[in-house]
T-cell receptor, first 116, second 110 residues
Framework: DTEVTQTPKHLVMGMTNKKSLKCEQH?????MYWYKQKAKKPPELMFV???????INESVPSRFSPECPNSSLLNLHLHALQPEDSALYLC???????????????FGPGTRLTVL | GQSLEQPSEVTAVEGAIVQINCTYQ??????LSWYQQHDGGAPTFLSY????GLEETGRFSSFLSRSDSYGYLLLQELQMKDSASYFC???????????FGAGTRLFVKA
């Protein structure tokens, strides 16, 4: 299995809703990432987990809450979002190369989120 | 901070060769990656350079000059399916923190 899966594909939520995005990979990768991508813009890093521990939080508002229950799963919990949070949310994973560095990231298809 | 510059658009004809340049300014640098993204799709890894020189993968090659903070992606024998956005991306030591350039939209014409 060489893919990253994400559910749901599309999500529409109100500003008072609570929802979660899910990401799964079975490639044995120990680094997992959340990115946000607006139309015609590059992906922006939000969070990085390494060995199920949060390694990087790019000053993301607390209305986004990541969780890594195990080495294959990554969740992003959403609460009290704003319309400007509407975007494509991408999950990615990468493995550790010889020498300890992480290089290529494998991206999932993304969840297209609309906040009303 | 980190910043990357790449052209916003490039147009080329089928069968041609195109080069997409990327210059970067970073506080910490480990490697330069290239990703392809079709409209509505997810980014797909193309190439990675940590050391100076050329890396070749099929029709795609990537080059890095660390002393010049410069790299490029070379696409040969262009095909219509190569029409997509191409992002250069810099990763810091450890490779976790990856910053993407704004992207170059490549249009391949028949």
């Amino acid at each position: 299995d060489t893919e990253v899966t994400q559910t749901p594909k599309h999500l529409v939520m109100g500003m008072t809703n609570k929802k979660s995005l899910k990401c799964e990979q079975h490639m044995g990768h120990r680094a997992m990432y959340w990115y946000k991508q607006k139309a015609k813009k590059p992906p922006e890093l939000m969070f990085v987990y390494s060995y199920e521990k949060l390694s990087i939080n790019e000053s993301v508002p607390s209305r986004f809450s990541p969780e890594c229950p195990n080495s294959s799963l990554l969740n992003l919990h959403l609460h009290a979002l704003q319309p400007e949070d509407s975007a494509l949310y991408l999950c990615a994973s990468s493995h550790r190369r010889t020498g300890g560095q992480y290089n290529e990231q494998f991206f999932g298809p993304g969840t297209r989120l609309t906040v009303l | 901070g980190q910043s990357l510059e790449q052209p916003s658009e490039v147009t080329a004809v089928e069968g041609a060769i195109v080069q997409i340049n990327c210059t970067y300014q970073t506080s910490g640098f480990y490697g330069l990656s290239w990703y392809q993204q079709h409209d509505g799709g997810a980014p797909t890894f193309l190439s990675y350079n940590a050391l100076d020189g050329l890396e070749e993968t099929g029709r795609f090659s990537s080059f890095l000059s660390r002393s010049d903070s410069y790299g490029y992606l070379l696409l040969q024998e262009l095909q219509m399916k190569d029409s997509a956005s191409y992002f250069c991306a810099v990763s810091d030591t450890g490779g976790f923190k990856t910053i993407f350039g704004a992207g170059t939209r490549l249009f391949v014409k028949a």
